[in-house]
């Protein structure tokens, strides 16, 4: 549903901010034609509707951002010149995570 969202952009609106982006967070990916509705009604490119699902780690967060493209959208929004992000050590930190080397052991004193 995409009543919720266009409320709260309305709420911004009423007094006096408008988004650049909207981060939609959800228990599930937002269909393309929900971010292209919720975008025409809150006046943002479709571009500027990031889809944030629910996931097991935080550390997987900067990914989905990434693949959505908001650190493109941010730097052009912002006219600088930005490299291409390289994620490859946080997604070795995110497989380290997921895949410890051994167990430890931790005792309470008390």
């Given at each position: 549903?995409?009543?919720?969202?266009?409320?709260?952009?309305?709420?911004?609106?009423?007094?006096g901010?408008?988004?650049?982006?909207?981060i939609?967070r959800?228990?599930?990916?937002?269909?393309?034609?929900?971010?292209a509705?919720?975008?025409?009604?809150?006046n943002?490119?479709?571009?500027?509707?990031?889809?944030?699902?629910?996931?097991?780690s935080?550390y997987?967060?900067?990914?989905?951002l990434?693949?959505?493209?908001?650190?493109?959208?941010i730097?052009?929004?912002?006219?600088?010149?930005?490299?291409a992000?390289?994620?490859?050590?946080w997604?070795?930190?995110?497989f380290?995570?997921?895949?410890?080397?051994?167990e430890?052991?931790?005792?309470?004193?008390?």
């Amino acid at each position: 549903k995409t009543k919720p969202t266009q409320h709260s952009v309305k709420e911004l609106l009423s007094i006096g901010i408008q988004p650049d982006v909207l981060i939609c967070r959800s228990d599930r990916a937002i269909p393309a034609n929900e971010r292209a509705k919720i975008a025409l009604f809150c006046n943002v490119p479709e571009k500027a509707v990031i889809s944030l699902k629910d996931v097991d780690s935080i550390y997987k967060i900067p990914g989905l951002l990434k693949s959505q493209g908001l650190d493109e959208f941010i730097c052009k929004r912002f006219n600088l010149a930005c490299q291409a992000a390289d994620l490859s050590e946080w997604e070795q930190v995110i497989f380290e995570e997921a895949n410890p080397a051994g167990e430890v052991t931790i005792g309470m004193v008390g």
